[in-house]
């Protein structure tokens, strides 16, 4: 019955959650190398971060899984289907995803450093879903683990029972045997609903060039056979099942997926388009009545424009772009066009990080060369002729007509040693902070809730926390609401004309100071022309900054030995006709570190304040 004939009963659908970089992905190298999956032949380091990018950095981008068989020591054989998710705050929708699929999770903290801003996050994600929480206590075998600290932690600020915390060190496999059968224990088994109607979930997908789209599903009602025709609920489109089977490094067919099972199926459908993550599959013979609602659309909150520097690769991005966003929910766009920088897409990320990920494996799988502008978010404006909703600063409607602005207000929630807390204070209230709440997890470490514009948040918030903290301050955000605020739109001027790419929406407080910081750096970045290059910055038609780039000024008098005066001035008189004519039609190249400038605030450069 199923895969190897293991019943429902003794099948384990399970995550690692964690903040980042406290070991997922090494634990889940462990549990592989335990369960026989991997071996001295065919193990490497993060072997479920499937991407380059994803190795460098050393952190999980997308979410992965592994189907593999567990013998217990009573000889009981379990099927585990290991889900590994990312921890940093940018990929929250990717654990909400693979906790769909799921019936408990493994919540991993380190020993040294405790229960941190994304453990908490990633804990209220499982409860809300309803999942057998099981707290697995990582990095052990470290000088500075503090177990009997942690478990503290585990049952004042989770209410969970420390007892059943399982101490492992993913870097050794010390205590992964004790895990493996605490998953057998606590984690529940699926529910056995073959007779019903199919309902499976599609919570991941990728594209393969031979294959096509390959869906991962997660069964909860029925059965998943080959060629079954199958009906999508969200799109009504129907397509007949070429390929089914398990996903253990590499997919293995197996011909069909019972209730409870996770696996994966091939349509051979190449459209990218044509599917939608979180979409309920059902028999398209005999269709289920209701689809299986088991998250919500998570929306982008971070904005920008992306262009090729090559206009004649717009149709490559368009296409690159698609594929990236079938596997990749929160990923959002629409076509637009720039005066400076030709045509692109507006596209919407959650966050910074995300964004970076995004441009960066644009360029890497789809060997593309991007410019990106600086980021924007969402804001409500009410004019006279009612409610704009705009993310880009190029549609900021005519001052004239605004009554008001609202903007978006994330609530945040800051987890540091209390040493660093002065700080940190200093930086919320720059960023127009509102305090919530302030707690001590324990004597030494100290929660900070926030309420911060986001505006504020995605302009380096998240480099100058780790620069006054000195690294240890870690961060979790969610939106909150929208709030009234004086805002205005910074337009940068270069040669008397608008770079619209440039522009930004900021509060009217801080106006001048970031129009005078990014007119000093285009000053340094833009090369001189033969004619003199004015640079502004203006609120409406108010210049808040200038400066001028000196032209480049070529000696036509060298070879003029002496002599009368009147021949010097006439070839002085001359270049100075030719800088005019120049100056009228002359176009002033902008290179693409000047967008990039604008997301570097001169701010926060003292890392070392105390």
Known sequence: ??????????????????HIDHGKSTLADRILEFARVTDARTQKAQILDSMDIERER???????SATFVYTALDGQKYLFNLIDTPGHVDFTFEVTRSLAACEGVLLLIDATQGIQAQTLANYYLALDSDLMILPVINKIDLPSANIEKIKEQIDKSLGLNPDEAVPVSAKSGLGVNNLMEAIVKYIPAPESNDEKKLRALLFDAYFDVYRGVVAKVRVFEGKLKKNDRILFMRKQTSHVVNEIGISQ??????????SGEVGYMVTGLKNVGDIMLGDTLTDANDPADTPLLKYKDIKPMVFSGMFPV???????????IQKLALNDSALTYEPESSEALGFGYRVGYLGLLHMEIVQERLEREFGLTLITTAPSVSYDIHTTKGLVKIDNPAEFPDPGIITSIEEPYVKINIITPAEYMGNILNLLQEKRGENVSMNYLDSTTVQLVYLLPLGEMIFEFYDRLKSVSRGYATLDYELYEYRKSELVKLD???????VDALSMIIHKSSAEMKGREIIGKLKNIIKKHQFQIPLQAAVGSRVVARENISALRKNVTAKCYGGDISRKRKLLDKQKEGKKRMKMIGSVEIPQEAFLSVLKSGEGKSSDDD
């Open 249 to 258: 490094l590499s997919l293995i067919q197996t011909g069909a997926l019972n």
């Open 492 to 498: 940068i001027i270069v040669h008397n004309h608008k």
């Open 1 to 18: 019955m199923g895969y190897q004939n293991i019943s429902t009963s003794h099948i384990r659908n399970f995550s690692i959650i964690a």
């Open 310 to 320: 090559n206009s004649d690769e717009y149709e490559e991005l368009k296409e690159a």
């Open 58 to 64: 050393g952190i999980t981008i997308k979410s992965n």
